[in-house]
Protein backbone atom coordinates (compact mmCIF):
# COMPACT_ATOMS: atom_id res chain seq x y z
CA UNK A 1 0.00 0.00 0.00
CA UNK A 2 1.57 3.55 -1.14
CA UNK A 3 2.29 6.32 1.49
CA UNK A 4 0.59 8.71 -0.01
CA UNK A 5 -2.96 6.72 -0.89
CA UNK A 6 -5.72 8.30 0.38
CA UNK A 7 -9.13 6.85 1.03
CA UNK A 8 -11.59 4.61 3.90
CA UNK A 9 -10.32 2.24 6.35
CA UNK A 10 -12.90 -0.03 7.93
CA UNK A 11 -10.86 -1.04 11.37
CA UNK A 12 -12.55 -3.35 13.84
CA UNK A 13 -11.33 -1.38 17.28
CA UNK A 14 -10.38 -4.07 19.92
CA UNK A 15 -10.79 -3.34 23.52
CA UNK A 16 -8.79 -1.20 26.12
CA UNK A 17 -7.02 1.33 23.47
CA UNK A 18 -8.37 4.79 22.85
CA UNK A 19 -9.37 5.73 19.15
CA UNK A 20 -6.83 8.25 19.04
CA UNK A 21 -4.21 5.70 19.91
CA UNK A 22 -6.03 3.20 17.20
CA UNK A 23 -5.63 6.03 14.91
CA UNK A 24 -1.88 6.94 14.98
CA UNK A 25 -1.17 3.16 14.83
CA UNK A 26 -2.96 3.17 11.57
CA UNK A 27 -1.22 6.33 10.60
CA UNK A 28 2.21 4.84 11.65
CA UNK A 29 2.05 1.51 9.82
CA UNK A 30 0.76 3.34 6.92
CA UNK A 31 3.61 5.98 6.55
CA UNK A 32 0.46 8.37 6.28
CA UNK A 33 0.87 11.91 6.42
CA UNK A 34 -2.40 12.24 7.84
CA UNK A 35 -5.31 10.42 9.94
CA UNK A 36 -8.11 10.97 11.44
CA UNK A 37 -11.50 8.99 12.31
CA UNK A 38 -15.22 9.87 11.48
CA UNK A 39 -16.38 9.02 15.35
CA UNK A 40 -14.61 8.46 17.96
CA UNK A 41 -15.73 4.87 20.67
CA UNK A 42 -14.94 4.46 24.37
CA UNK A 43 -11.99 2.51 25.30
CA UNK A 44 -13.58 -0.22 26.28
CA UNK A 45 -16.12 -0.18 23.46
CA UNK A 46 -14.77 -2.10 19.96
CA UNK A 47 -16.04 -2.49 16.17
CA UNK A 48 -16.93 -0.33 13.40
CA UNK A 49 -13.92 2.86 13.21
CA UNK A 50 -14.03 4.89 10.33
CA UNK A 51 -10.46 5.80 9.78
CA UNK A 52 -9.55 8.66 7.15
CA UNK A 53 -6.34 8.52 5.23
CA UNK A 54 -4.65 11.36 3.94
CA UNK A 55 -6.74 13.80 2.11
CA UNK A 56 -10.09 11.56 2.75
CA UNK A 57 -9.55 12.99 6.44
CA UNK A 58 -11.53 15.65 4.16
CA UNK A 59 -14.49 13.39 3.96
CA UNK A 60 -14.85 12.66 7.73
CA UNK A 61 -17.66 15.86 7.86
CA UNK A 62 -19.68 13.44 5.32
CA UNK A 63 -19.48 10.88 8.12
CA UNK A 64 -20.51 12.20 11.17
CA UNK A 65 -24.18 12.20 11.11
CA UNK A 66 -24.43 8.68 9.67
CA UNK A 67 -26.85 6.63 11.41
CA UNK A 68 -25.54 4.04 14.00
CA UNK A 69 -25.63 0.08 15.21
CA UNK A 70 -24.99 -1.36 18.34
CA UNK A 71 -24.45 -4.87 20.33
CA UNK A 72 -24.59 -3.73 23.93
CA UNK A 73 -24.70 -5.52 27.33
CA UNK A 74 -26.67 -3.74 29.95
CA UNK A 75 -26.16 -4.64 33.08
CA UNK A 76 -29.24 -4.19 35.69
CA UNK A 77 -29.00 -3.24 39.88
CA UNK A 78 -25.82 -1.40 39.65
CA UNK A 79 -25.59 2.59 38.79
CA UNK A 80 -21.99 4.12 38.08
CA UNK A 81 -21.28 7.77 37.73
CA UNK A 82 -19.55 7.42 34.13
CA UNK A 83 -22.67 5.08 33.60
CA UNK A 84 -20.84 1.92 32.22
CA UNK A 85 -18.48 -0.61 33.91
CA UNK A 86 -15.57 1.85 34.40
CA UNK A 87 -17.09 3.93 37.00
CA UNK A 88 -17.27 4.55 40.68
CA UNK A 89 -20.81 2.58 41.62
CA UNK A 90 -23.55 5.43 43.13
CA UNK A 91 -26.56 2.16 44.13
CA UNK A 92 -26.85 -0.94 44.26
CA UNK A 93 -30.40 -2.84 43.59
CA UNK A 94 -30.67 -6.65 44.00
CA UNK A 95 -34.73 -6.76 42.31
CA UNK A 96 -33.61 -7.17 38.95
CA UNK A 97 -35.88 -10.15 38.39
CA UNK A 98 -37.94 -8.79 35.52
CA UNK A 99 -40.23 -10.80 33.83
CA UNK A 100 -39.36 -10.98 29.91
CA UNK A 101 -42.73 -9.59 29.22
CA UNK A 102 -42.22 -6.95 31.17
CA UNK A 103 -38.25 -6.19 29.72
CA UNK A 104 -39.53 -6.70 26.03
CA UNK A 105 -42.35 -3.85 26.80
CA UNK A 106 -40.07 -1.36 28.62
CA UNK A 107 -37.41 -1.51 25.65
CA UNK A 108 -39.92 -1.01 23.29
CA UNK A 109 -40.73 2.34 25.09
CA UNK A 110 -37.54 3.68 23.92
CA UNK A 111 -37.67 3.26 20.46
CA UNK A 112 -38.73 6.51 18.56
CA UNK A 113 -37.64 10.33 19.08
CA UNK A 114 -36.83 11.79 22.79
CA UNK A 115 -34.38 14.15 24.21
CA UNK A 116 -31.38 12.39 25.88
CA UNK A 117 -28.89 14.73 28.25
CA UNK A 118 -25.54 14.11 27.61
CA UNK A 119 -23.15 12.52 29.99
CA UNK A 120 -21.05 13.82 32.39
CA UNK A 121 -18.38 12.06 31.81
CA UNK A 122 -18.01 12.56 27.62
CA UNK A 123 -15.96 14.31 25.46
CA UNK A 124 -18.48 16.73 24.89
CA UNK A 125 -16.75 20.27 25.81
CA UNK A 126 -17.74 23.39 28.19
CA UNK A 127 -15.68 26.52 28.11
CA UNK A 128 -13.07 24.42 25.92
CA UNK A 129 -12.66 21.82 28.33
CA UNK A 130 -13.66 17.85 27.95
CA UNK A 131 -17.04 17.33 30.43
CA UNK A 132 -15.23 13.96 31.26
CA UNK A 133 -11.96 16.52 33.19
CA UNK A 134 -14.55 18.43 34.73
CA UNK A 135 -16.37 15.80 36.22
CA UNK A 136 -13.35 13.88 37.68
CA UNK A 137 -12.13 16.94 39.21
CA UNK A 138 -15.47 17.10 41.03
CA UNK A 139 -17.01 19.76 38.76
CA UNK A 140 -19.45 18.07 36.67
CA UNK A 141 -21.61 19.93 33.92
CA UNK A 142 -24.71 18.60 32.29
CA UNK A 143 -25.35 19.62 28.50
CA UNK A 144 -28.60 20.24 27.62
CA UNK A 145 -30.42 17.59 26.81
CA UNK A 146 -30.50 16.62 22.78
CA UNK A 147 -32.53 15.58 19.95
CA UNK A 148 -31.77 11.48 18.93
CA UNK A 149 -34.11 9.02 17.70
CA UNK A 150 -33.71 5.16 18.17
CA UNK A 151 -34.72 3.89 14.64
CA UNK A 152 -34.79 0.08 16.50
CA UNK A 153 -34.07 -1.82 19.54
CA UNK A 154 -34.31 -5.77 20.41
CA UNK A 155 -33.24 -7.81 23.01
CA UNK A 156 -30.98 -10.48 22.06
CA UNK A 157 -30.83 -12.47 24.96
CA UNK A 158 -31.56 -12.23 28.69
CA UNK A 159 -29.64 -13.75 31.33
CA UNK A 160 -30.49 -11.63 34.18
CA UNK A 161 -28.92 -8.99 35.67
CA UNK A 162 -27.69 -8.72 31.92
CA UNK A 163 -29.54 -8.00 28.85
CA UNK A 164 -27.70 -8.03 25.78
CA UNK A 165 -29.65 -6.04 23.03
CA UNK A 166 -29.34 -4.33 19.29
CA UNK A 167 -29.43 -0.72 19.00
CA UNK A 168 -30.05 1.62 15.54
CA UNK A 169 -29.92 4.69 16.57
CA UNK A 170 -28.83 8.33 15.44
CA UNK A 171 -25.39 9.60 15.66
CA UNK A 172 -25.03 11.89 19.12
CA UNK A 173 -26.93 9.03 20.83
CA UNK A 174 -25.03 7.61 23.99
CA UNK A 175 -25.59 4.05 24.56
CA UNK A 176 -24.52 4.59 28.06
CA UNK A 177 -26.97 6.84 28.95
CA UNK A 178 -29.65 4.86 27.10
CA UNK A 179 -28.90 1.69 29.43
CA UNK A 180 -28.98 4.40 32.31
CA UNK A 181 -32.62 5.38 31.17
CA UNK A 182 -33.84 1.57 30.69
CA UNK A 183 -32.59 0.93 34.25
CA UNK A 184 -34.39 3.89 35.70
CA UNK A 185 -37.67 3.06 33.65
CA UNK A 186 -37.46 -0.71 35.21
CA UNK A 187 -36.21 1.54 39.02
CA UNK A 188 -33.54 -0.49 39.77
CA UNK A 189 -30.92 0.95 37.95
CA UNK A 190 -28.17 -0.33 35.44
CA UNK A 191 -25.11 0.98 33.48
CA UNK A 192 -23.37 -0.33 30.27
CA UNK A 193 -21.13 -3.65 30.77
CA UNK A 194 -20.01 -4.41 27.07
CA UNK A 195 -20.42 -2.58 23.80
CA UNK A 196 -19.59 -3.37 19.97
CA UNK A 197 -20.30 -0.84 17.29
CA UNK A 198 -21.64 -3.14 14.16
CA UNK A 199 -22.37 -0.46 11.31
CA UNK A 200 -21.46 2.89 11.25
CA UNK A 201 -21.32 5.86 7.84
CA UNK A 202 -23.07 2.92 5.85
CA UNK A 203 -20.00 0.22 6.66
CA UNK A 204 -20.49 -2.45 8.26
CA UNK A 205 -18.69 -5.03 11.20
CA UNK A 206 -17.99 -7.54 8.17
CA UNK A 207 -16.13 -4.88 6.11
CA UNK A 208 -13.76 -4.24 8.89
CA UNK A 209 -10.28 -5.81 9.41
CA UNK A 210 -8.87 -6.15 12.78
CA UNK A 211 -6.16 -3.68 13.61
CA UNK A 212 -3.26 -6.31 14.70
CA UNK A 213 -3.76 -8.15 11.67
CA UNK A 214 -4.00 -4.76 9.32
CA UNK A 215 -0.37 -3.77 10.93
CA UNK A 216 0.72 -7.35 9.83
CA UNK A 217 -0.49 -7.19 6.55
CA UNK A 218 0.10 -3.50 5.63
CA UNK A 219 2.44 -4.22 2.82
CA UNK A 220 0.72 -6.85 1.36
CA UNK A 221 -1.63 -7.20 -1.85
CA UNK A 222 -4.53 -7.87 0.74
CA UNK A 223 -4.42 -4.44 2.46
CA UNK A 224 -4.19 -2.27 -0.68
CA UNK A 225 -7.64 -4.02 -1.24
CA UNK A 226 -8.70 -2.86 2.11
CA UNK A 227 -8.52 0.88 1.31
CA UNK A 228 -12.30 2.13 0.17
CA UNK A 229 -11.27 4.83 -2.96
CA UNK A 230 -12.71 7.84 -1.71
CA UNK A 231 -15.90 8.18 -4.10
CA UNK A 232 -16.95 4.94 -3.24
CA UNK A 233 -16.46 5.71 0.58
CA UNK A 234 -19.33 8.43 -0.38
CA UNK A 235 -22.02 5.78 -1.05
CA UNK A 236 -25.12 7.41 -0.70
CA UNK A 237 -23.54 10.94 -2.85
CA UNK A 238 -25.31 11.82 -6.12
CA UNK A 239 -22.47 11.64 -8.52
CA UNK A 240 -21.75 13.48 -12.16
CA UNK A 241 -18.78 12.95 -14.05
CA UNK A 242 -16.76 15.86 -15.45
CA UNK A 243 -16.14 16.87 -18.90
CA UNK A 244 -12.90 18.86 -19.46
CA UNK A 245 -14.79 22.07 -19.57
CA UNK A 246 -15.89 21.40 -15.66
CA UNK A 247 -12.73 19.46 -15.00
CA UNK A 248 -10.95 23.18 -15.57
CA UNK A 249 -13.62 25.10 -13.56
CA UNK A 250 -12.67 22.69 -10.54
CA UNK A 251 -9.27 22.63 -10.97
CA UNK A 252 -8.92 26.58 -10.96
CA UNK A 253 -11.42 27.15 -8.55
CA UNK A 254 -13.97 28.77 -10.70
CA UNK A 255 -17.88 29.51 -10.09
CA UNK A 256 -20.04 25.92 -10.74
CA UNK A 257 -23.60 27.18 -11.80
CA UNK A 258 -24.31 24.32 -14.60
CA UNK A 259 -28.35 22.65 -14.07
CA UNK A 260 -27.59 19.06 -14.67
CA UNK A 261 -25.36 19.15 -11.73
CA UNK A 262 -27.84 21.60 -9.31
CA UNK A 263 -30.54 18.70 -9.87
CA UNK A 264 -27.89 15.95 -9.05
CA UNK A 265 -27.59 17.50 -5.70
CA UNK A 266 -31.24 18.16 -5.27
CA UNK A 267 -31.49 14.37 -5.05
CA UNK A 268 -29.19 14.74 -1.64
CA UNK A 269 -30.95 15.47 1.73
CA UNK A 270 -28.17 18.26 2.26
CA UNK A 271 -27.50 19.42 -1.52
CA UNK A 272 -24.30 18.01 -1.81
CA UNK A 273 -23.31 16.14 -5.23
CA UNK A 274 -19.85 14.23 -5.79
CA UNK A 275 -17.79 15.21 -8.50
CA UNK A 276 -15.33 12.80 -10.30
CA UNK A 277 -13.37 12.25 -13.63
CA UNK A 278 -13.61 9.70 -16.09
CA UNK A 279 -11.97 7.12 -14.28
CA UNK A 280 -13.89 7.72 -11.21
CA UNK A 281 -11.20 9.68 -9.12
CA UNK A 282 -12.95 12.02 -6.46
CA UNK A 283 -12.24 15.61 -7.63
CA UNK A 284 -14.80 17.77 -5.57
CA UNK A 285 -17.89 17.91 -3.72
CA UNK A 286 -20.47 20.58 -4.07
CA UNK A 287 -23.16 21.91 -1.96
CA UNK A 288 -25.97 23.48 -3.82
CA UNK A 289 -26.61 27.07 -2.16
CA UNK A 290 -30.22 27.40 -1.34
CA UNK A 291 -32.56 29.77 -3.74
CA UNK A 292 -30.29 29.90 -6.90
CA UNK A 293 -28.39 27.53 -9.33
CA UNK A 294 -24.54 28.15 -7.62
CA UNK A 295 -22.59 25.14 -6.61
CA UNK A 296 -20.04 26.28 -3.33
CA UNK A 297 -16.79 24.33 -3.02
CA UNK A 298 -16.73 21.90 -0.16
CA UNK A 299 -13.50 20.61 -0.54
CA UNK A 300 -11.19 19.71 -3.59
CA UNK A 301 -9.12 16.81 -4.48
CA UNK A 302 -6.24 16.51 -6.86
CA UNK A 303 -6.20 12.86 -8.20
Do not use: W
Request: hydrophobic share 40%; glycine share 6%; net charge positive.
Amino acid sequence: MQQNQSGILIIDKPVNISSARVVARVKKALGARKAGHAGTLDPFATGVMVCCINQATRLARFFLHSEKKYRAVLHLGITTDTQDLTGNVLAHCDKTDFPDKTLHSVFKEFEGGMQQHPPAFSALKHKGVPLYKLARKGTPVLKPPRSIYISSIKIIEIDLPEISFDVTCSAGTYIRTLCTDIGARLGCGGHLKELRRTRSSGFDIKDAIGLEKFEKIVHSEQAAGRMIPMNKALRKMPECTADSVLKQKIMTGRTINAENIAAAALKSPENLVKIVDENGNLLSVLQLKEKCLELEYCCVFHP
